[in-house]
């Protein structure tokens, strides 16, 4: 059984891997934007907000898409589309036209509702599962302090509420391991800008390890992922992608990790802690500030971040701004405008200006960020990619075509690597870039 497996993901393996479990292994030699292998999502769920825009079968952005015609809320690109999500969006169809504006499931919710539905129609496995089975996902449950587990319940009984017509449940405790699974492997989908998309189930992509230092990086074509090398893979390496953002220093990075994923990362950038000097630039004063300022600082750094997490689902765009414009104030007197936590509140700043079309304030704040972004990442970040992006766009819309045609070529030299040349969203921007 294991060698077939294998022979399905051309040059790879899975493996034991020393102290992390079950890894993916090289057989061959990958070069630097090679795709290693394609997964289609076991199952996917497009997020509410996308509704529209893009079709809730494959993903697709186009106008023009169809709606359902029951629920209304439900669009695709042709028939086809809707007739294979149909088994999926009959979960949801008649409880969307029963419970109407008050239809409101967590992403989390729809999609173990979809993977419930999916056992019971394919108990075999699938073509997203060639190494690893959804099954033999980790739930890390002996880990879950009393507010996961609650938080877990809750998810539970939003289930039960929301869905009952079409969906056979387990009992609880099944649920709970299921729950716990789909938080621990669960992928979000997201666009060039990398704006949400929805959220899915890849399950071979979730059999890799995590690094700070990754060598693969994981885009996606619809509902596709696809893993491409970001660095050059040897036969006998153990393939490592990033489950976090990597734009913080150490210690931040392994508090999500253990937050999230509940281990601690061991790779030569976490051992080594290099960029982390860098990641928290202190202004250079005449006098500079005390370690025990700074560590005061990064404190309320920290604190503002989560604040600001939480303002943005209450607070209006103006109060948001202000939030951001008055910790860029506070901690500039300690940090330099390349410290991460000062990118942080800047990148919410521009996300901000964005959402009010402040064109000309969302392209400050992007110049700020664009030099530290790609020093501090690694090459062939996404992050980066969508950064020159957002910028390119802004540049365009303010009639600056050669800043726009150079910040947008940036862009597509990373893409290229990490999405491949043939990926519609390149094709897209160089036909932005044509049209100007």
């Known amino acids: 059984m294991r ?14 891997s020393a102290g992390k479990g079950r890894g993916l292994r090289a057989l061959r030699r990958f070069a630097v934007g090679e795709l290693l292998f394609s997964c289609p999502a076991y199952t996917a769920v497009l997020t509410a907000s996308e509704r529209g825009s893009h079709c809730d079968g494959c993903f697709a952005r186009k106008e023009g898409l169809s709606k359902c015609g029951r629920c209304k809320q439900a669009f695709y690109c042709n028939v086809e589309c809707q007739k294979e999500d149909w088994p999926m969006h009959k979960l949801e169809c008649s409880a969307m036209c029963a419970f109407g504006q008050n239809w409101n499931p967590s992403e989390t919710v729809r999609l173990t509702a979809r ?17 690893l ?36 449940y387990p009992d609880n405790a099944a649920l709970v391991v299921l729950f716990a699974q789909v938080n621990c492997n669960g992928f979000t989908i997201e666009d060039e800008e990398l704006s949400h998309l929805g959220s899915a189930i890849f399950p071979d992509v979730a059999l890799m390890n995590h690094s700070c230092c990754p060598n693969v990086i994981v885009t996606y074509k619809g509902t596709l992922a696809e893993v491409r090398a970001v660095k050059e893979i040897e036969p006998g390496e153990e393939v490592f992608t990033s489950y976090i953002d990597l734009l913080y220093p150490t210690e931040d990075r392994n508090n999500r990790l ?31 500030p005390s370690a025990e300022t700074v560590r005061d600082m990064i404190k309320y750094a920290r604190n503002v971040i989560e604040e600001f997490r939480r303002a943005k689902h209450y607070k209006s765009p103006s109060e948001l701004l202000e939030i951001c414009e008055l ?17 942080h509140m800047m990148y919410q700043a521009m996300g901000v200006c964005l959402y009010v079309q402040d064109w000309e304030g969302a392209l400050r704040y992007g110049q700020k960020i664009i030099r530290p972004y790609s020093k501090h990442y690694p090459p062939y970040s996404l992050n980066v990619a969508s950064m020159w992006l957002k910028l390119g766009r802004l540049y365009m ?40």
Do not use: W
Request: charged share 35%; glycine share 2%; hydrophobic share 35%.
């Open 115 to 131: 993977i419930l539905a999916k056992q019971k129609t394919h108990p075999e496995r699938t073509q997203s599962e060639k190494l």
């Open 133 to 168: 089975a959804v099954k033999e996902f980790e739930s890390h449950l002996d880990k879950l302090d009393n507010e996961k587990r609650e938080l877990i319940q809750n998810d539970i009984a939003a289930l039960h509420h929301f869905y009952s017509k079409h969906l056979e």
């Open 3 to 16: 060698s077939e497996v294998v022979a399905e993901l051309c040059g790879l393996e899975r493996f034991a």
């Open 258 to 288: 253990r937050d999230s994923y509940f281990f601690d990362c061991d790779c030569e950038e976490c051992v080594t802690k290099e960029k982390d000097k860098d990641k928290l630039e202190i202004c250079k004063l005449n006098d500079p």
């Open 397 to 436: 819309a303010l009639e600056n075509r050669p800043a726009g045609v150079k910040a947008l070529k940036k862009a597509i030299a990373i893409m290229e690597v990490a999405h491949g040349k043939d990926h519609p969203y390149i094709s897209e921007i160089k036909k932005e870039l044509e049209d100007h």
């Open 327 to 343: 910790s860029l104030d506070k901690m500039g007197a300690v940090f330099e405008n390349s410290n991460v936590y000062m990118l």
